[in-house]
């Protein structure tokens, strides 16, 4: 037997992590399958059956979920103390910083610690630079207030605002930490709507991190975020978040969808698309100036998008935010002519598909004249 480990298949893929942690509660059956269920949605695996749990009389429960490309086993202990352990192997790429995350979070585990084991060529495919954010762990959906005053008189002091409105608009990087502003308000219009936490925000967004901007909304005099817009880049290892969702939950594949708007001459399509992430307004700030802040957002967005030459609009938006849109004359029409379809605690979400040319009408031509 060879006295060192040797990758007798280079040329196939193989990547396996453990997960290991101290939970803040015995962990029951139902809490396994519900982990290995949103466990094939966080690694962006086809599940071939529904998640399997036994018992040990000596040891406790034991789960496992079946995937096309693998699987995963789950194991936890009660005595001698309460403990967990995941083992993921599988033959497709996944990101395994979004794992631990979300294994931290599903069982709110007071220390985690997790070890790769993947074949010589999978780390530099998961562990690189497809990780989402940076490894400093910048992406953050709950804020303390502390933090919130921080980062919101960072933001201001900053860049200090060009005008004494009370209003005001700024567009920051998905990999500032300043982002998280954004993301806190995007968590907490969630959690109101569909009661999401901070573990499937993750979820959703997890991947498209280090892609995405955002615009966010301050009150100058109360040195307060109140809302939040999210724009997304595709991945080039993973293309767009709402295509991959039209595809999953509308069966509509990014060449049909090309097919059906148009697109199949336009070669540069994707570099000239923006994915509309949330329009987040916290209910408090809705009933006096809620439109005006949807309103200030995508403006906002579409401004920037003029002048990055940007052509099509693609989005999931709740049944909310489509007539949000609708009312302030924003022309969206159904994706590839899909139906409306319940997502992530929205029970009426629809795909939609737009040309920044058709908005606001004449506004493009005027910012494209304006910076020359």
Same mark, same amino acid.
């Given at each position: ?5 040797? %990758?007798?298949?280079?040329?196939? *893929?193989?990547? #396996? =992590?453990?997960? /290991?942690?101290? $939970?803040?509660?015995?962990? !029951? ?115 303390? %207030?502390?933090?919130?005053?921080? *980062?919101?008189? #960072? =933001?201001?002091? /900053?860049?200090? $605002?060009?005008?004494?409105? !009370? ?125 005006? =802040? ?79």
């Amino acid at each position: 037997m060879p006295s060192e480990y040797v %990758d007798l298949a280079p040329q196939i *893929l193989r990547q #396996r =992590l453990v997960v /290991e942690g101290y $939970p803040a509660k015995a962990i !029951a059956e139902s809490e396994i399958k519900d982990y290995l269920s949103k466990l094939s949605e966080i690694t962006r695996m086809t599940r071939l059956l529904e998640p399997v749990t036994h018992k040990s009389d000596l040891y406790g429960w034991a789960g496992w979920v079946h995937w096309e490309t693998s699987g995963a086993h789950f194991y936890a202990w009660e005595k001698p103390l309460l403990f967990f352990s995941v083992d993921i192997y599988t033959c497709k790429q996944f990101d395994p910083k979004l794992v631990v995350d979300f294994t931290r979070d599903c069982f709110k585990a007071s220390d985690i610690t997790a070890k790769d084991f993947s074949s010589s060529s999978a780390p530099d495919l998961a562990l690189s630079e497809k990780a989402p954010i940076a490894p400093s762990g910048v992406a953050r959906y709950t804020l303390s %207030d502390a933090d919130l005053d921080r *980062l919101s008189r #960072r =933001l201001l002091a /900053e860049q200090p $605002p060009k005008a004494s409105d !009370a209003l005001i608009v700024y567009r920051l990087d998905g990999t500032d930490e300043l982002s998280n502003l954004a993301r806190h308000i995007e968590r907490e219009v969630f959690e109101e709507s569909f009661g999401n936490d901070e573990g499937q925000m993750r979820q959703i967004y997890g991947l498209y991190e280090d892609v995405s901007t955002f615009f966010l909304a301050m009150d100058q005099s109360a040195r307060r975020s109140i809302g939040a817009l999210r724009a997304m880049r595709p991945r080039a290892d993973l293309g767009f978040l709402t295509l991959r969702e039209a595809e999953k939950y509308a069966g509509v594949t990014p060449a049909q969808f090309r097919a059906h708007h148009g697109l199949e001459a336009e070669a540069d399509w994707a570099d000239s698309t923006v994915d509309w992430g949330t329009l987040a307004v916290p209910k408090r700030h809705r009933a006096a100036d809620g439109h005006l =802040l949807a309103a200030m957002l995508f403006r906002a967005g579409q401004t920037r998008s003029c002048l990055e030459g940007v052509r099509h609009y693609i989005l999931l938006a709740d049944a909310e935010l489509h007539r949000t849109f609708d009312m302030l004359g924003f022309p969206f029409a159904a994706l590839a002519g899909t139906r409306p379809f319940s997502y992530e605690g929205s029970a009426e979400s629809a795909l939609l598909y737009g040309r920044p040319g058709e908005f606001f009408c004449g506004h493009e031509a005027e910012v494209r004249r304006d910076h020359g």
